[in-house]
């Protein structure tokens, strides 16, 4: 997640490391969710590739929820029906 990205609204972000097995079992779900919430924006972030996001990454998959430009929210693990409900909760 780049720190100039900025987004009206709500923004779900999620980031993951590649070797991370429960990462790779939500990353489906994710992109899944992405077209079931269009009003959403839903981002991510291999820690990987991007090593600036994982700052307070402590667990991963972590998602942050972001609204008006402020985290609202975080969520720790590959639970689709819970990252589901929060996507729900944030519209």
């Known amino acids: 997640m780049a720190s100039n990205i900025f987004h009206v609204g709500f923004r779900a972000d999620k980031q993951f490391f590649e070797m991370c097995g429960a990462c790779s079992q939500i990353l489906p779900a994710f992109c899944k969710l992405s077209n079931k919430f269009p009003k959403l924006s839903l981002v991510y972030a291999d820690i990987d590739e991007c090593p600036e996001t994982k700052q307070h990454i ?15 929210d975080e969520m720790f693990g590959a ?8 996507l729900w909760l944030h519209l």
């Open 79 to 86: 639970g689709e029906e819970r990252l589901y409900d929060n």
């Open 58 to 72: 402590r667990y991963t998959p972590t998602f942050h929820f972001y609204r008006d430009g402020e985290r609202a």
